[in-house]
């Protein structure tokens, strides 16, 4: 079992930075594939990025390839999501989720574990 909480979220203006945190519970942090998701109002859940367990190999949405980066810190069971060069279509609740697995990462039923969600909101 693997409980997951995230922070970091805000108001922020377009071209801002924010950087998201999610920590989770558990001894056996190291061995999960860990991914962040958003979901904009009246829109489906959709992929960001995502790291894997065992050699923290990246994947990234098209749409923040180049400004988003995720990372992670197994030493305090934590990945991060820095945002750079925000955009107002960025706007969306931001979802951390963790996997046993380390394959189908831009899939959201791949993950077992899901957070509660942070707000990232971008204003002109």
């Known amino acids: 079992q693997v409980q997951l909480v995230e922070s970091g979220g805000g108001l922020v203006q377009a071209g801002d930075s924010l950087r998201l945190s999610c920590a989770a519970s558990?001894?056996?942090?190291?061995?999960?594939?860990m991914g962040w998701f958003r979901q904009a109002p009246g829109k489906e859940r959709e992929f960001v990025a995502a790291?894997?367990?065992?050699?923290?190999?990246?994947y990234y949405a098209d749409s923040v390839k180049g400004r988003f980066t995720i990372s992670r810190d197994n030493a305090k069971n934590t990945v991060y999501l820095q945002m750079n060069s925000l955009k107002l279509e960025d706007t969306a609740v931001y979802y951390c989720?963790?996997?046993?697995?380390?394959?189908?990462?831009?899939?959201?039923?791949?993950?077992?574990?899901w957070g509660q969600g942070t707000q990232v909101t971008v204003s002109s």
């Open positions: 989720a963790a996997s046993p697995r380390d394959r189908r990462m831009r899939i959201a039923s791949a993950y077992d574990y």
């Open positions: 558990g001894r056996t942090f190291s061995s999960y594939a």
């Open positions: 790291i894997i367990n065992i050699g923290g190999s990246t």
